[in-house]
């Protein structure tokens, strides 16, 4: 299992009026699924030469074909009711198949990218949990070396207080942890206008 690490990516299936929806309030539904696809179609290349095995987590259902499924990919269906829920139990499968290091990821964050998926396995040689602190006050990425239940249960998630609430529980648990450099996800019409793929209609 390419030395016990593996890499989990959360993404939405692809559907119209289910994706972005956010960013689609501004620039519409058919609008905001391309730029998803563009996010994860960025994921996909910067995951394939990441040195870990990949579990691909489907919000709804698992497709036969995706932009991000590989051969080499194994493919389910996220369980839980919030995302909290969703993102523990993905990562307590990820032990029981014997994986000592587990980093998960999302699929909206452009920023992202090789070096810093594989700098946050490193970080895992010399702490128990790693953390990409996204701009909006959230993450972008969270890694373990075990699953710690307390990160995930009866927690806010829609707040910009998540990732200074998860450093707070991480402290109080006396989890050693490491933060990576601050990235932005792109969620919103500000987030889009932001990035790099911001390109206003003449």
Request: charged residues 25%; aromatic residues 6%.
């Amino acid at each position: 299992m390419n030395n016990g690490r593996l890499l989990i990516i959360f993404t939405r299936n692809p559907i119209p009026g289910k994706v972005k929806t956010r960013l689609a309030a501004a620039i519409g539904d058919n609008k905001a699924l391309e730029i998803y696809e563009t996010l994860r179609s960025h994921t996909a290349l910067i995951t394939k030469s990441v040195n870990a095995k990949i579990a691909l987590f489907f919000s709804d259902f698992i497709p036969t074909e995706d932009l991000l499924l590989t051969k080499e990919s194994v493919a389910r269906r996220q369980q839980g009711s919030d995302l909290g829920e969703r993102m523990h139990h993905a990562l307590s499968s990820g032990f029981a198949t014997g994986a000592r290091r587990i980093v998960l990821i999302g699929t909206d964050c452009h920023e992202l990218s090789t070096e810093i998926i594989e700098e946050a396995f490193s970080a895992l040689d010399h702490a128990d949990t790693v953390i990409g602190p996204a701009k909006d006050g959230g993450f972008y990425l969270i890694g373990m070396k075990k699953a710690i239940p307390e990160l995930f249960s009866e927690r806010e998630w829609s707040n910009p207080d998540v990732l200074q609430e998860s450093v707070d529980i991480l402290l109080r648990l006396n989890i050693s942890f490491k933060q990576l450099r601050e990235l932005s996800d792109i969620d919103t019409l500000e987030d889009l206008k932001n990035s790099t793929l911001w390109s206003p209609c003449p």
